[in-house]
Each structure stands twice: as structure tokens, then as C-alpha cells.
């Protein structure tokens, strides 16, 4: 009996072309705005966690920590910083950094500007750390007094940078009374716990201690074994400071980890509010759905009489127009659901996203489309299937 309903079914929907076309226009846009909508939610969901995770998941950042007693005079030094892979064997490099500021003389132009002590680990914890032009700091430079400076892009923006006509590289800078020679230029990073170097000009770490007279450290970062728990690796070297100096606190600095779970919460937030939305589309197309197949019985209320008058019963007639709706649901939702993921990958394509079809969107558009046919097809069927065969007959 239900190839005879689908069948039936079938061919109803043919001959009533002009009918199933509107009906079909409207699931196709209301499934294809919830699915394009979705999908669109999590490819830049999946790529803003991708940008995270690639400025490094496996990076800590630690500091001095001043909760207990600012007056504290305990410091981290660059021996003891330096020292901290030897002694925790999931730390794979790290980078002391200290921050200051000087005044810079360069082609004829003076101004302030931030200046960043690194040492030659940096590249290596930092994934996102690339040069533009020339080179690093290297140990090989330490039999030339480490006279070098490495220059953030937007550095190259200030006074005296901007307008320079020769070769940077090369070029001689005076910092602090002192004169220094440009070895490289810095591509901008949007790794947050270095974006500064962006904007500064940055010395060998030790050349910065023998300037400013001080082996303080104000942040250490550090790269991890990946799949390590940070946890633990955490805990390991907060205890080798306060073994390695008496009374010294070092607090981690998790802005990374809260920032991405932050982004998690809002993705998922993101792709309800795309349901909701998408589901007033969907919902307008389905109340079409419903009009059309209530459209379909009173038109074809003779035919139900004449079905009912030859011992068609009630669950036939209930059958033969809700197989109808679900057909057209299904087939409104397999075209939305192409519509959807296609103007997805469009919108992906043009912002150079990685553009990814998920299982869950599928079957989203197809478990979504099946059940709008049931539901806005089952009233329209209980009508049919309830109508008086003679009053049905009697129908001009």
C-alpha cells in the first residue's frame, strides 16, 4: 500500500506543478537560510579557534605575583629563568622578557618609543614570530657586544622610519646613547602576549640588563610539551621559583585559555541565535506547506469523495496527503540544504576561511525538513481523511 501512496503521491504533486513550485520555493528558502546560517556559525567559529591555536595553546605566560605584597623585593632573574628547562623537563623553551622605554635618534628624527629585551628563544615559542626582512639576534652576535636591534613593523611608522629613502637594514639607530646597528625587521603578530613588539624596538635581554643597570625579568614565557597538562607543568614551575629564590610567587597569566573558552560560549551562542533565525524562515515556509495541502483538499474534495465511495478509508486519505507534505518537505530540504552549504562556502571562499561541511548541519536540514512535513502536514491529512464522503460528492 505505501507504493500505491507514493505513487499517488507522486503524481498529485506533478500535475499540480504551479502549486508545488510555491510550496517548494519556500521550504527551500526557509532551510536554506537555517543551514547557510548555521554553517556559516561554525566555519568562523572553527577558524577564530584555529587563529587561537595557532598563536600556541601550549604557551604560558607567568609574572611576578604582587596579590600578597607589592613591597616584595624577590624578582625573576635571567639565570634562574634560563635555567627553568633543566629542571622542568616539559618546558621545551623559554623567552625572559623585560620592557623599558628610550628615546631614539634616526635620520634626523627623535621620539619615545617601547623597548622589549628578548633573548634567542623568542622565535621559538612564538609561532606567530616572523621576520619580514634580515634577521634574529643570535648567539653567534655575542663577540660583537650584541650591538644590534630588531624593529616591529609598526615601528617603521614613527618619525625618522617613515620617510627613510635608503636600505633600513644596516642602518645605524641611536637608543639611549648608544648606537646600534638594524639587523631586522618584524612581520606584525597578533600573538597577545607579545603584540607588543609590533610597536617597539627590540635588544638582546642582556644587553638591556648592562643599559638600564637591573636583571629584573617583568614576564616569562614559555612553551610547553604539546598534549602536557598545564595544569601540572603549571604547578612544577611555580615551585621551582619558590625553591630557586626564597619567598618568590610567579602567577600564570591565562588570558589564552579564558579567550578561547570565551570564543567556545560564543560560537555556541552564535549558532542558536543562526537557529532561531533561520527557524522564522523555515517557519514562514512551512505555513505555506500547511496553506498549499489545505488548498489541495478543497480542491480535490470531490476526488477524496469519489476515493471514499469506491472503500478508500480514513488512514488512506490520511496517508496519500501527508506522504504528499513530507515529500515536498524532503525534497525542499535536500535543495535548501545545497542552497545553504553553497552559499556557506561562498562566504568562506571570500573571507579565506577553511570551509568544512558538518555531519550535524546535514542532518539538521534533513531531520528539520522531515519534520516540518509531518507536522504541518498531519492537519492538513486529518481534514482530508475526516471530510463526509457525499458531502465530498456533492462538491461542484
Known amino acids: ?15 499540480a506543478k504551479q502549486r508545488t513550485l510555491l510550496a517548494l520555493l519556500g521550504i527551500i528558502i526557509g532551510i536554506g537560510a537555517m543551514i547557510g546560517q548555521v ?6 567559529g572553527a577558524e577564530t579557534l584555529r587563529e587561537f591555536s595557532q598563536m600556541g595553546t601550549d604557551v604560558m605566560v607567568f609574572r611576578k605575583d604582587y596579590s600578597d605584597d607589592e613591597n616584595d623585593n624577590t624578582q625573576i632573574s635571567l639565570i634562574e629563568a634560563l635555567e627553568l628547562p633543566r629542571y622542568v623537563p616539559s618546558v621545551i623553551a623559554v623567552a625572559p622578557m623585560m620592557d623599558s622605554q628610550g628615546e631614539y635618534h634616526f635620520a634626523g628624527e627623535t621620539n619615545w618609543v617601547d623597548i622589549l629585551g628578548v633573548n634567542t628563544s623568542l ?8 621576520l619580514e626582512e634580515g634577521r634574529f639576534f643570535s648567539d653567534l652576535d655575542r663577540d660583537d657586544n650584541l650591538s644590534y636591534v630588531v624593529i616591529g613593523c609598526e615601528t617603521r611608522e ?22 646600534y646597528v638594524i639587523i631586522g625587521v618584524l612581520k606584525c603578530t597578533e600573538d597577545n602576549f607579545i603584540d607588543e613588539i609590533n610597536w617597539s624596538i627590540l635588544l638582546p635581554i642582556s644587553t638591556m640588563q648592562r643599559q638600564f643597570q637591573s636583571t ?9 610539551v604539546a598534549n602536557s597538562n598545564h595544569l601540572l607543568v603549571s604547578a612544577q614551575i611555580k615551585q621551582y621559583f619558590a625553591k630557586r629564590v626564597k619567598g618568590l610567587k610567579v602567577k600564570r597569566l ?10 567556545k560560549k560564543e560560537v ?3 549558532t542558536l541565535l543562526s537557529v532561531a533565525i533561520g527557524g522564522l524562515s523555515l517557519l514562514a515556509g512551512s505555513i505555506g506547506i500547511m496553506n498549499v495541502m489545505l488548498t489541495a483538499v478543497i480542491e480535490r474534495r470531490r476526488e477524496i469523495g469519489i476515493l471514499r465511495a469506491i472503500g478508500a478509508r480514513q488512514r488512506d486519505i490520511r496517508w496519500q496527503f501527508l506522504l504528499e507534505a513530507i515529500i515536498l518537505s524532503l525534497i525542499g530540504g535536500l535543495l535548501g540544504s545545497g542552497l545553504g552549504i553553497a552559499s556557506s562556502y561562498l562566504i568562506a571562499w571570500w573571507n579565506e576561511w577553511q570551509f568544512f561541511v558538518s555531519y550535524q548541519v546535514l542532518l539538521l536540514g534533513v531531520g528539520v525538513s522531515w519534520g516540518v512535513g509531518i507536522f504541518f502536514g498531519f492537519y492538513p491529512a486529518y481534514k482530508a481523511a475526516k471530510l463526509d464522503p457525499i458531502v465530498a460528492l456533492r462538491t461542484e
Not at 500500500?1 to 500535475?15: G, H, K, P, Q, V
Open 1 to 15: 500500500m505505501f507504493s500505491i501512496y507514493f505513487t499517488e503521491a507522486f503524481r498529485n504533486l506533478y500535475t
Open 39 to 44: 554553517s556559516i556559525s561554525m566555519i568562523k
Open 123 to 130: 622565535p621559538a615559542v612564538s609561532k606567530g614570530f616572523q
Open 158 to 179: 614613527w618619525p625618522g622610519f617613515k620617510d627613510f629613502q635608503g636600505k633600513l637594514l644596516g642602518a645605524e639607530i641611536k637608543l639611549n646613547g648608544y648606537i
Open 216 to 224: 629584573k625579568v617583568n614576564r616569562l614565557v614559555v612553551r610547553r
Open 254 to 263: 591565562e588570558w589564552i585559555d579564558n579567550w578561547i573558552k570565551r570564543e
Open 268 to 270: 555556541r551562542r552564535m
